[in-house]
C-alpha cells in the first residue's frame, strides 16, 4: 500500500456505491452488487447497510468462494452527503 507522508496508508482502491430514493431501510439489509478485489486473492465482496435498534450499521460482506478462510485487510466505510462530502467515516482491520 502507498502512503500519504503523514504515515497512512493509502487504499489500493475505492468503490463507490450510490444508493438513490432510500427514505427508510427496509427490514433486510440493501446490499451493494459484487464486487473483486484482486489484491485479496480475488474473493468476491459487497457492502451492506441495514436497520439495527436505532442504528446504522455499514459493513463489508465477503461471499462465499474457495480461498482461504480469513483475510488480512484494512477498510474504510465513509457515509458521503448529496455532495461527496463525508458525515461519518469509521475504518476495520483484520488481522
Do not use: G, K, T
Given at each position: 500500500m502507498a502512503d500519504n507522508n503523514d504515515g497512512?496508508?493509502?487504499?489500493?482502491f475505492t468503490y463507490i456505491w450510490e444508493i438513490e430514493n432510500c427514505p427508510a431501510l427496509s427490514p433486510s439489509p440493501i446490499l451493494s452488487p459484487l464486487f473483486i478485489i484482486d489484491v485479496y486473492r480475488k474473493p468476491h465482496w459487497r457492502l451492506g447497510i441495514a436497520e439495527s435498534h436505532y442504528h446504522i450499521q455499514c459493513f463489508v460482506q465477503r461471499q462465499d468462494d474457495s480461498g482461504t478462510a480469513r483475510i488480512h485487510h484494512?477498510?474504510?466505510?465513509?457515509l458521503l452527503d448529496t455532495d461527496g462530502c463525508p458525515l461519518i467515516t469509521d475504518s476495520a482491520r483484520v488481522i
Open positions: 497512512n496508508s493509502l487504499a489500493p484494512c477498510s474504510e466505510i465513509s
